[in-house]
């Protein structure tokens, strides 16, 4: 996880960042507000090798999570055991043969 988490703050800490504010500034409507800035977040992220194998070893329970964040929009904290699962089920990933530098579409 720590692979992944490196990864997306060098290729991707500006969208990470404005959308963590947003997030942060719009505790009731962040859902709506922040959403466009989810978006560029997914398409940064998306891309990369490390971060496509999780998700997809990990699809159950980042699914899980954001169920929760959707049926909580006012008590994002309320989903803090589904991120631990998350970012546990990330920690087991294995990730050898994975190419951590993405190639050139």
């Not at 466009?36 to 977040?41: P, R």
């Not at 006012?74 to 990933?93: I, M, N, Q, W, Y």
């Not at 994975?98 to 050139?104: A, L, N, S, Y």
Request: glycine share 2%; net charge neutral.
């Amino acid at each position: 996880m720590q692979a992944a988490m490196d990864i997306t703050a060098k290729y991707c800490h500006k969208e990470m960042e404005a959308y963590g504010s947003c997030v942060a500034s719009n505790p009731s409507t962040w859902q709506m507000k922040c959403h466009e800035l989810k978006v560029k977040v997914a398409q940064c992220t998306s891309s990369h090798p490390v971060i496509q194998k999780i998700r997809q070893d990990c699809s159950r329970e980042f699914v899980d999570f954001e169920r929760c964040l959707r049926e909580n929009p006012d008590k994002p904290a309320s989903c803090s055991s589904h991120v631990a699962r998350f970012l546990g089920c990330a920690e087991t990933v294995d990730l050898s043969g994975v190419d951590p530098v993405p190639q050139p579409s």
